[in-house]
């Protein structure tokens, strides 16, 4: 069992930066793939980042290349998603995500954190 928090959500003017970060229960951070999604008010939830169980390879949407970034510290069984140049269109609730290495879902999920950016 894995289970994760997020937190650093907030609100925030366009053009700003908020960096999320996920705290992850267990000694076996290190065997999980981490990701990050969000979902918007009438909007399904969609991916934003991941990053591998290593952090040698990451995945970004498109939506937030260039401007976002995943990283982990898996002595720290936490995963970061630092956001730069924020748009109104990145306000969302952020979730935080576990997958094994090897399977094709993610399993386990954070309660979320908010994020608005204000225009």
């Known amino acids: 069992q894995v289970q994760l928090v997020e937190s650093g959500g907030g609100l925030v003017q366009a053009g700003g930066s908020l960096r999320l970060s996920c705290a992850a229960s267990g000694r076996t951070f290190s065997s999980y793939g981490m990701g990050w999604f969000r979902q918007a008010p009438g909007k399904e939830r969609e991916f934003v980042a991941a990053?591998?169980?290593?952090?040698?390879?990451?995945y970004y949407a498109d939506s937030v290349k260039g401007r976002f970034t995943i990283s982990r510290d898996n002595a720290k069984n936490t995963v970061y998603l630092q956001m730069n140049s924020l748009k109104p269109e990145d306000t969302a609730v952020y979730y935080c995500a576990a997958r094994k290495v090897g399977a094709d879902e993610y399993d386990y999920w954070g309660q979320g954190t908010q994020v608005t950016v204000s225009s």
């Open positions: 990053i591998s169980w290593s952090g040698g390879s990451t």
